[in-house]
């Protein structure tokens, strides 16, 4: 961690000794006694309300009070994160962090808050890898390959993704950094209209989820190079991960909860009990897995140390490539 996140997650992580026994108890007996809202700042249908929506009916069930999904796109996610920030800290307006945050905390620089110090950590739910393909007509079959040939054709490959600073991008520049080579960024608008100009010969390659490629790499339209996880995926166990040629090389996107600053820690406790209880639940499991992701669970200090990490390895990335936001 560089100082300025180290303190600011220090701070906020201290801070929660203070409350009164009495008071922790208080809060965590009536808690949840109305409806909580969790706000997704992507649209309906996309991975990150997808798994809300698991996770908010989990939730319902379990405290037998509603958990509703509240969809708030915008600017990257940014709208939704701000207004999490300046709801009552009370516990019932929540965030749905995803790993767009941790990069937009670099890219734009007139955020009106700062995600790290003003979102305080409840629970990580889960992480998807992507995958990294081409189209067919790139004469590579391995990611060995795939560098040779792009250090042999600098400037002449196009690297497509699914927005300027999306998780995809910078994972793509990422890749490039560290294997040394320049391809042409070619950013869309989502990733259906990049993959139809990928599977048209349009572009050559592009880092995005398994959920929106499996089908093509099935049916031969797409080939699969490498995975961007630390490891393999289960129903592509042939492919190899970036960091088995490019040691250190790891990009996935994660999502979790959140809660304004100053929500008392009981609360954030007894969310993050119960979060860690459905993603360890075998049906939340298997649905999430259906989507290609791993549920990995963990402290409220636990998730934010991986947002500070990936909000600095980030930085490091955005600051470097000079990529500015739309």
Do not use: C
């Amino acid at each position: 961690m560089t100082v300025p996140y180290r303190r600011q997650f220090l701070h906020l992580a201290a801070g929660s000794a203070l409350l009164p026994a009495l008071s922790r108890i208080a809060w965590a007996q009536a808690y949840p006694s109305r409806p909580t809202r969790i706000i997704v700042g992507f649209p309906a249908g996309g991975p990150n309300d997808i798994f809300a929506r698991i996770l908010g009916q989990w939730l319902s069930e379990r405290f037998g009070q509603p958990f509703v999904i509240e969809n708030r796109p915008g600017a990257s996610s940014n709208i939704a994160a701000e207004a999490v920030v300046r709801a009552p800290p009370d516990g019932y307006t929540l965030l749905f962090v995803a790993q767009p945050s941790a990069i937009n905390a670099t890219l734009y620089k007139n955020l009106r808050f700062n995600f790290v110090r003003d979102i305080a950590p409840v629970a990580s739910l889960v992480r998807q890898f992507m995958i990294m393909v081409v189209h067919p007509a790139v004469p590579v079959k391995t990611l060995p390959e795939f560098i040779a040939y792009a250090k042999a054709n600098p400037g002449k490959i196009s690297m497509a993704s699914v927005g300027i600073g999306s998780t995809p991008h910078v994972a793509g520049e990422l890749f490039k950094m560290m294997a040394g080579i320049d391809m042409i960024h070619v950013p869309y608008r989502g990733a259906a209209p990049a993959v139809t100009d990928l599977i048209a010969g349009q572009v050559q390659v592009l880092f995005t989820g398994p959920p929106t490629l499996m089908e093509h790499i099935k049916t031969g339209k797409l080939r699969a190079l490498a995975v961007t996880g630390a490891r393999r995926l289960e129903n592509l166990p042939d492919v190899p991960t970036v960091g088995e040629f490019l040691t250190g090389y790891e990009a996935n996107t994660w999502f979790g909860i959140g809660a304004p600053r100053d929500t008392p820690q009981p609360i954030i406790e007894k969310l993050n009990s119960a979060i860690n209880a459905a993603i360890t639940d075998p049906a939340v499991a298997a649905r999430f897995a259906a989507l290609s992701g791993f549920v990995f669970g963990g402290t409220p200090a636990d998730f934010g140390r991986l947002i500070v990490e990936e909000t600095e390895k980030w930085a490091k990335v955005i600051e470097s490539t000079g990529i500015k936001p739309e």
